[in-house]
């Protein structure tokens, strides 16, 4: 009796264990944006699975739903998917700034190979969109930006650098 019960506790140990181990391994998987506002510049930077980015615009149902306004083909080379791509994302995704519409002015793609890694977490966000647009505000009270639904459910971060000259031995203070 009394090494079953130690047999359970040693089995319920193992088992919490490799799930833990499991968990901290994965690299979250959704798509992310980090939205820096500058002086008379937003950029917004979105990783993401270039595969899964694809396989949504090329999506029938996605299409019948309206959450793309037309189907990728599905013969295109990569340099023309890249640039359906580009023009998607540039219509879809919104930004206002002040409650102003502002548009995007440039965006730009860059995949990572991971061909010769065989771990799947790196290959998560293996897509870098880059969307810049310039705003001639002085002071921005609010932005807003939504993404298309093509990128999935997106974790975003907003930023607002605060830029300061430190003269040699000079401490910096920030208020948030």
């Known amino acids: 009796m009394y090494f079953l019960k130690k047999l359970k506790w040693l089995m319920l140990a193992c ?3 490799s799930m833990s181990a499991q968990v901290s ?9 980090q939205v820096i506002l500058r002086d008379g510049q937003v950029e917004v930077k979105v990783l993401t699975n270039a595969e899964h980015l694809i396989s949504a615009l090329q999506s029938e ?6 959450d793309i306004d037309k189907l990728m083909p599905t013969n295109l080379s990569a340099e023309q998917q890249e640039e359906f791509a580009k023009n998607a994302l540039k ?7 002040n409650q ?5 002015e440039r965006v730009t793609f860059t995949t990572s190979n991971n061909n010769n890694n065989n771990n799947n977490d790196n ?8 969307f810049q647009a310039k705003h001639t505000f002085t002071t921005v009270d609010e932005l807003a930006i ?8 997106v974790h975003a971060s ?12 000079d401490t910096a203070k920030i208020k948030f």
Request: charged share 15%; hydrophobic share 50%; proline share 3%.
């Open 100 to 104: 102003q519409v502002i548009v995007f």
């Open 25 to 33: 391994a994965h690299v979250l998987k959704n798509t992310t944006a």
């Open 123 to 130: 290959e998560a966000h293996d897509l870098e969109i880059v």
């Open 61 to 66: 149902q996605a299409w019948l739903m309206g």
């Open 15 to 17: 088992i919490l264990t």
């Open 91 to 97: 219509q879809k995704t919104s930004l206002r700034v």
């Open 158 to 169: 907003f930023v607002k650098p605060q830029y300061k000259l430190l003269g040699a031995g």
């Open 146 to 153: 939504s993404f298309p639904k093509s990128l999935g459910a």
